[in-house]
């Protein structure tokens, strides 16, 4: 990965993995009301720390993390470096939607935002996203690298709350931009995913995002997918979108 300069904390390579963390979460209300979702305790830690500690263990320890609603907590919380045992030391920079912009950016303007600190290839996961065994492979990077594909994506199987799925995927590997209700439809997008930074020369907004408009990542992946871009496989791990309190309370049983 390519070294930069980021003053906040010395030399250090582009963000290799970017981590979601800007949403409201009204869904989880009131426990959002002071405390910001990827905050929230799981297991004893923050559940955003979750895919960071990960990331940090497959060799991925120069993160960004985009915030919004209260995101000076989880700035404060984490600073610019963490040193967890046995992992390497993690260096986090910040994208601060809220402060810049008053908003969330949604998921593709928020990694527009960010892209002058991402590195040209790089990890993307949600911060409410609880995948404990979820293993951020250097070999999968290099693989990716090495491919034709802008996006690869890690599906699970549809769960209960979304049992209609987002996506298909091809024997080959092809993730597939089905229609609603379409046989084999059977996947939903856990969120971890590898781009390159070619998938957004095309969203319609430079990179830095400088006027702060706010662009779903959906309709690019979809657009993307119709053109043979997008990639993907499936993980039968354990795996929650910790989107309503009784998800979380069934995770801290």
Not at 226 to 251: K, M, S
């Amino acid at each position: 990965m390519n070294d930069a300069i980021d003053s906040s904390h010395g030399t250090h390579q582009l963000a290799q993995a970017m981590v979601l963390a800007a949403g409201r979460g009204e869904r989880m209300r009131p426990l959002t009301d002071l405390t910001p979702k990827p905050l929230l305790s799981v297991r004893g830690q923050p559940l955003m720390q979750w895919p960071m500690q990960a990331l940090a263990r497959g060799g991925f320890s120069s993160q960004l993390v985009n915030t919004a609603w209260l995101g000076e907590h989880i700035s404060s919380h984490f600073g610019q470096a963490q040193h967890w045992p046995g992992l390497p030391e993690v260096r986090l920079r910040y994208s601060h939607e809220g402060q810049d912009f008053g908003h969330a950016l949604e998921t593709a303007g928020g990694i527009v935002r960010a892209l002058p600190q991402l590195a040209a290839i790089f990890w993307v996961v949600a911060g409410d996203v609880f995948a404990p065994d979820f293993v951020f492979s250097p070999d999968a990077a290099a693989r990716f690298a090495a491919s034709p594909a802008l996006a690869h994506l890690w599906l699970v199987p549809n769960p209960a709350h979304n049992p209609g799925g987002d996506f298909g995927l091809s024997a080959t590997g092809q993730v597939l931009n089905l229609p609603k209700g379409a046989p084999g439809r059977d996947h939903t997008f856990s969120t971890m995913a590898l781009y390159k930074q070619s998938f957004f020369a095309h969203c319609g907004l430079p990179a830095g995002n400088p006027q702060g408009q706010a662009l779903a990542l959906a309709p690019l992946l979809r657009t993307a997918m119709d053109q043979g871009q997008v990639t993907g496989e499936i993980y039968f791990g354990d795996w929650t979108d910790v989107g309503t309190p009784e998800r979380l309370a069934q995770l801290n049983v």
